[in-house]
Structures are given as structure tokens and as C-alpha cells.
């Protein structure tokens, strides 16, 4: 299926998607775009929030993006990928069986998932400003990434299946 279908999915069945998705065979460059296509979106999600800032500063809205490029494409995978690691290594401590990939899939895809809400708080955030509904609406699309991370997280780190060494 395509990603798009299957981030849709993901919003009735996250842990039946992400199984489907690693079924797919371990595939590091997969895992890797997922990653950059989240991030983009999540930069993207930024454009109308600093389009506001600039207009109420003064800035320039180029060094703006430039900066938030620099965050959400450069700096912001290395950040997940370290977070991914701390998480496995935790769960290797608690007795978990997922591998690396498995969990960097699972911690990926959920921030892919939870991106369109990112897009919508965006959106707020430059068409609305600063207040209650960018505030709620931050607050939703965070308590979505962490739905998907601990359906996805739960799904691999404790599988019940022998996994092929």
C-alpha cells in the first residue's frame, strides 16, 4: 500500500499498519525516508507560523525558514535517531526484544503519522496566532505522536514471536 493510505490506516489500526510495514523486510533507507519526509512535512508545517512572525517582527521570513531548515532537516533526524537509540537501549535493559530497526521504524512512522496534525497546528499558528486554539491544537497533535509511538514501541518491544537471529 502507499504511504499516504497507510497513514490513514494508521489513525483506526497503528500497531496491524506498522506490522505490515515491517514485514516489508528490513529496509534502513525505507526507515531513513520516513524519517526526512516527516521532518519535511513538520518544516512545511512551520511556513505560515513564521510568515506571521516576520510580518509581526519584522524579520526577514527567508533567515526565518533558513533557520527552521536547518532544525527540522539537519539537526532534527539526528535528534530522533539518538532517541530511538536511548529507547532500545532501555527496552534491552527491561528485557525487550525489538532490534534497532524495529524500534527507529516504529519511532519514525509515528512522527510521520502524527505530521498532518502538525500541518493543522501550522496552520493555526499563522492563521489564528498565538491562543487557546494553537495552544489545543499543539497539545492534540502531540498527544498524537505519543499514541503512535507507544502503539508502535508496544507492538515491537515485546513481541511474543522468536524473532530470526
Known amino acids: 500500500m502507499g ?3 497507510d497513514m490513514v490506516r494508521s489513525y483506526r489500526a497503528p500497531r496491524a499498519v506498522l506490522r505490515h510495514r515491517l514485514g516489508q523486510g528490513e529496509n534502513e533507507g525505507g526507515a531513513l525516508v520516513t524519517l ?35 532544525g527540522w532537516l539537519f539537526i532534527m533526524p539526528l535528534v530522533f535517531y539518538v532517541i530511538a537509540g536511548l529507547i532500545r537501549f532501555v527496552l534491552s535493559l527491561l528485557g525487550g526484544t525489538a532490534t534497532g530497526y524495529e524500534i527507529r521504524l516504529a519511532v519514525f512512522w509515528g512522527l510521520l503519522c502524527a505530521a498532518p496534525l502538525w500541518l493543522l497546528w501550522g496552520l493555526t499558528a499563522g492563521f489564528v496566532g498565538p491562543g487557546a486554539a494553537t495552544s489545543l491544537v499543539g497539545v492534540i497533535a502531540l498527544m498524537a505522536l505519543m499514541y503512535f509511538w507507544g502503539m508502535g514501541l508496544s507492538e515491537v518491544a515485546f513481541s511474543k514471536e522468536t524473532k530470526d537471529v
Open 3 to 5: 504511504v499516504v493510505t
Open 36 to 70: 526526512m519526509l516527516a521532518c519535511g512535512l513538520i518544516f512545511v508545517a512551520q511556513w505560515p507560523r513564521l510568515s506571521r512572525a516576520a510580518f509581526e517582527t519584522g524579520q526577514e521570513v527567508q533567515m526565518l525558514m533558513g533557520a527552521t531548515l536547518l
